[in-house]
C-alpha cells in the first residue's frame, strides 16, 4: 500500500461525519481529491432543496482529504463558498478539489462542486495551514 492510500484510509476511517455523508473517494493523490456522494432526504433544508451546509461539508471533506494528502497535518485557515444552483433528493454531487500551492506553512486549493449534468453546484475556495505534526501519527515531523 503506498503512503497516500495509507493516509485517506486512516482520514476515513476516523471521520464519521464523511462517512454519515456517504462520500465516495473516486480518486486521490497528492493535493487531490474528487469524490461523490447521494442526497438523501435527511439532508433537505424547508425548501426540499438540499442544506448548503451539506455542499460546504462535502466540499469540506474533499479539501481536508487534498490539503492532508502529503503527509503533514493540516487544517483550514479560510474557506470561501459560492452557491450556484440547487440540489434535491437523489442527485449526485461531484466535488473536485485541486491544490492550486503549497508553501512550507499555507497551501490553496480550488473545489468544484457539480451536479450529474456537468453544471456547478458551487465552488469552494480554501487555504490550509499547515502544522509540523505527520497526519498518521501525530508526531512531529523533524
Not at 1 to 27: A, E, K, P, T, V
Not at 37 to 43: A, D, G, H, L, N
Request: contains cysteine; proline residues 1%.
Amino acid at each position: 500500500m503506498d503512503h497516500s492510500s495509507s493516509i485517506i484510509n486512516s482520514l476515513i476511517d476516523q471521520d464519521h461525519y464523511s462517512r454519515w455523508l456517504g462520500l465516495i473517494i473516486d480518486d486521490y493523490g497528492p493535493g487531490y481529491c474528487k469524490l461523490h456522494f447521494t442526497i438523501r432526504q435527511e439532508m433537505l433544508n424547508g425548501f426540499g432543496i438540499v442544506h448548503g451546509g451539506i455542499v460546504f461539508s462535502a466540499a469540506d471533506s474533499a479539501f481536508a482529504f487534498a490539503c492532508n494528502s502529503h503527509g503533514r497535518l493540516s487544517v483550514a485557515l479560510d474557506v470561501q463558498i459560492s452557491f450556484m444552483r440547487s440540489a434535491k433528493e437523489g442527485d449526485t454531487l461531484f466535488v473536485d478539489c485541486k491544490e492550486i500551492h503549497l508553501g512550507n506553512k499555507t497551501g490553496f486549493y480550488d473545489t468544484s462542486i457539480t451536479n450529474e449534468q456537468n453544471e456547478i453546484v458551487a465552488t469552494f475556495k480554501s487555504t490550509s495551514y499547515r502544522t509540523s505534526k505527520n497526519v498518521l501519527d501525530n508526531e512531529t515531523l523533524t
